[in-house]
């Protein structure tokens, strides 16, 4: 494994991840809100940034396929938590939550029980927008600890709710193209 720029920049998300809660332990809000927003948004650029350059600069390497996905699954389900228990658990924010939760849960155990074969689970584009709707959905929650203002807990509510309604769908994408491969006739 080369540490090339597209990697560290996956790691340092990896790493970020762990720090968001952190951040609500060591300051109050509003000051924590704004590091963790920009904890949160500089993690979720790098989600761009680090598959544009691998592409662009021919960088694609396995360790990058193998921890880009985790990094970011680690920082949007980390922040859901933080955002979550900061709202105080309202049924809207915590159910989209929990739909996410699932599919992140239920698609990361198709891919380890398909093995080799999880390949057939390729990320699709749905599924990238649906990456950037949970990241622009969790930095509008969180930015509402800054400016408190009910129209922004709303508009970050809502997009919550389009992100969960998005994961439900690529998550059923990914169930069906797995299906095949789950029936009791296919041995391995």
């Not at 600069?57 to 360790?63: A, G, H, Q």
């Not at 969180?142 to 970050?156: K, M, S």
Request: no cysteine; proline share 5%; hydrophobic share 60%.
């Amino acid at each position: 494994m080369r540490w090339t720029l597209p990697n560290i920049l996956s790691v340092l998300r990896l790493f970020a991840a762990p720090l968001f809660p952190a951040v609500y332990f060591l300051w109050d809000s509003p000051l924590a809100d704004w590091i963790a927003l920009f904890v949160f948004v500089g993690a979720s650029a790098t989600d761009w940034v680090d598959g544009y350059l691998a592409r662009k600069w021919n960088l694609v390497s396995r360790f990058g396929a193998m921890v880009d996905p985790i990094a970011d699954k680690a920082m949007v389900l980390i922040a859901l938590m933080v955002v979550v228990a900061h709202f105080g658990m309202p049924v809207t924010i915590t159910l989209a939550a929990g739909v996410i939760f699932f599919r992140e849960v239920f698609v990361s155990g198709l891919r380890e029980f398909l093995g080799a074969r999880a390949g057939q689970l390729r990320v699709t584009k749905l599924a990238k927008w649906k990456t950037t709707v949970q990241m622009v959905a969790i930095s509008v929650l969180i930015g509402h600890g800054i400016v408190a203002q009910p129209a922004v807990e709303l508009i970050g509510t809502a997009l919550l709710v389009v992100a969960a309604v998005l994961t439900l769908v690529t998550g059923l994408d990914y169930f069906a193209k797995a299906w095949p491969y789950l029936s009791e006739n296919d041995r391995p």
